[in-house]
């Protein structure tokens, strides 16, 4: 083994472990996309290069989902030019949009989602997932991966799609490579054969985790931290450009980068299009030390965003909630929910629930009328998880004040998630005195789609908010403590 790492040491690889193992998982990925290929043409009926060029009108009446002829273990679902294929038992998801007759395009996004539905990933997918360890729970999944697609572009292995830049291919016959990894794919667990492979490929520090420490040798550590800080150094080159300053702040997360506080301060001090990554990231820590920086961005940032920008109340609550749960005094603390914007105040029902109650009731009743449809999901969702008569005659009081679908469409879902049948006849019986009046039966409007989507959004929503109301369940409001 000595002999096998002094020799490979000098060789400096020509790609990083974060992009080699990225190919070795894409190689094998390709296999599991021609799987979904066949099942889509041999099983389902339907030919690639149909669904490529004509999307859902290629789709067949009557078989867009369901069970995989054949396969008992695995659910399809075509959508778009694509199809995704779900294994019942292990959740495994893999998700293809075919561009032309073949299955070799590989959509990042969909990659990503593969690896964040294994739950025993072989072995290339086993290291690529140490490579990149979790720590958001909002937002894309292993959304760094994609740094490690650009690099296989510029090293040649993939190529993009003439007309869509993000989708790429192989560039190589990858054939001979896959024989290779087939050899280490037979032993898996055999510990001398991966340092081996590690050594190859220059992943140093894989090298030294194989070892126990006393057996490390000082050569080994050191080219460890290397391939360490030459990641480090190109995620800062990164971070310079706009684009993928997000990226790179997670990448060096990663690592558990020295740097990676200073990028904070600074995404943070200077109000950056980065500020909700860096945010997330001081939030997961809970170390109250980090305050006075969050209540400095506090009182810079504004919920509704400029004129280019999407509204974001979410980080407005989630600085308060910090400063809140750390007992954090400052100045605004007593007034914050005497005047909220009107984009917060479905965030501020939340705060208001957990640290200021004698706020509560009188935000739930904005939120839940608000012309916002934001505001009345998360006030419907809070008082569908409270589930006490109070909540239930909120809810129906507001649900009462229209005879429009849209507007009530949130308080509606509330109610049938509850626990009262009384309410769900209510419900049942407005519904069949207003039924929804397609504009077309060919196809349907944004605003049918998203009411029609509605009672599941909101399911979502409960989940997101579940483990900070469900404790607050019992606690009686100031308002009713005399009833």
Not at 11 to 35: C, D, E, K, N, Y
Not at 97 to 126: N, V
């Amino acid at each position: 083994m000595r002999v096998l790492i002094n020799r490979w040491l000098p060789q400096p690889f020509a790609l990083s472990p974060w992009a080699t193992w990225t190919l070795f998982s894409l190689i094998r990925h390709r296999q599991r996309q021609a799987f979904v290929a066949e099942i889509v043409r041999d099983r389902v009926g339907v030919r690639l290069e149909h669904l490529a060029r004509r999307g859902y009108d290629a789709h067949p009446p009557d078989k867009g989902h369901g069970v995989v002829p054949g396969l008992a273990d695995w659910d399809y679902n075509l959508h778009g030019r694509g199809c995704c294929v779900i294994h019942r038992l292990s959740g495994v998801e893999i998700d293809v949009d075919f561009f032309d007759d073949t299955s070799d395009w590989f959509e990042p996004y969909f990659y990503q989602c593969f690896l964040s539905t294994l739950k025993e990933p072989e072995l290339w997918e086993k290291r690529l997932i140490e490579l990149h360890p979790q720590f958001s729970d909002r937002g894309p999944t292993f959304e760094t991966i994609r740094l490690a697609f650009a690099d296989l572009q510029e090293a040649g292995f993939l190529e993009s799609h003439s007309q869509r830049s993000s989708i790429v291919k192989f560039a190589f016959d990858e054939q001979t490579l896959s024989n290779q990894m087939a050899w280490f794919e037979t032993a898996a667990e055999d510990r001398h054969r991966l340092i081996r492979l590690a050594a190859v490929i220059g992943d140093w520090p894989l090298v030294c985790n194989l070892q126990s420490a006393e057996n490390v040798e000082v050569t080994v550590a050191e080219a460890a931290r290397q391939v360490i800080a030459l990641r480090e150094q190109k995620l800062i080159r990164l971070f310079e450009e706009e684009n993928r300053q997000r990226l790179a702040l997670k990448g060096l997360q990663e690592i558990d980068s020295l740097h990676l506080d200073e990028y904070i301060i600074t995404i943070l001090k200077q109000g950056m299009s980065t500020a909700d990554t860096a945010l997330e990231m001081l939030l997961k820590r809970n170390d109250k030390s980090w305050c006075p920086l969050i209540h400095e961005f506090y009182q810079q940032f504004n919920p509704a965003g400029s004129a280019d920008e999407f509204p974001s109340p979410e980080i407005w609550g989630q600085c308060l909630e910090f400063l809140f749960r750390h007992q954090y005094p400052f100045p605004e603390a007593a007034e914050v929910f005497s005047n909220v914007h009107q984009y917060c105040l479905g965030e501020a029902v939340v705060l208001a629930l957990m640290y200021q109650r004698s706020h509560a009731l009188r935000l739930l009743r904005a939120a839940l009328r608000s012309e916002i449809p934001n505001n009345r999901m998360i006030a419907a969702a809070v008082l569908a998880l409270i589930d006490q008569p109070w909540s239930r005659e909120e809810l129906l009081s507001a649900f009462s004040e229209s005879e429009e679908l849209a507007q009530t469409a949130e308080c509606r879902a509330a109610l049938l998630e509850t626990q009262c049948s009384q309410a769900h006849q209510i419900v049942s019986e407005w519904q069949a005195r207003h039924p929804v009046q397609r504009e077309s039966d060919e196809w349907m409007t944004v605003e049918e789609m998203n009411i029609r989507s509605l009672p599941v959004y909101l399911q979502w929503e409960m989940d997101d908010l579940r483990e900070r109301i469900v404790p607050l369940r019992n606690v009686v409001l100031p308002d009713f403590e005399n009833e």
